[in-house]
């Protein structure tokens, strides 16, 4: 039971940065493994990144060495930090907390949705 708001979206240049925060109320964050999804139109919502309570972190090959995730336990916050980014990275982009126990990769592990904001990439 945890509320998420999602903020930082928007239009970017290929090459360019973004950095999407995910501020989230109701609990404390420390408790939850948080994650990040993306998602285009007719298409299901893929895994992009996720983090733990011990704050190790694991992303999809298609971001690797390009996007970092982090947390501020303090702020009760977490972070997508969007480098070289590339057309197809252009999506809906969701933050998720979960504390289940499974493949961090996949969307039911996680319990609570934020409303998504829109990234897109222009060449």
């Known amino acids: 039971q945890v509320q998420l708001v999602e903020s930082g979206g928007g239009l970017v240049q290929a090459g360019g940065s973004l950095r999407l925060s995910c501020a989230a109320s109701g609990r404390t964050l420390y408790t939850y493994r948080m994650g990040w999804f993306r998602q285009v139109p007719g298409k299901e919502r893929d895994f992009v990144a996720t983090i733990t309570w011990n704050d190790s972190a694991y992303y999809a090959d298609s971001v690797k060495g390009r996007f970092t995730i982090s947390r501020d336990n303090a702020k009760n916050t977490v972070f997508l930090q969007m480098n070289s980014l590339k057309v197809e990275d252009t999506a809906v982009y969701y933050c998720?907390?979960?504390?289940?126990?499974?493949?961090?990769?996949?969307?039911?592990?996680?319990?609570?949705w934020g409303q998504g904001t829109q990234v897109t990439v222009s060449s």
């Open positions: 998720a907390a979960g504390r289940g126990i499974g493949n961090y990769a996949r969307a039911p592990l996680y319990e609570s």
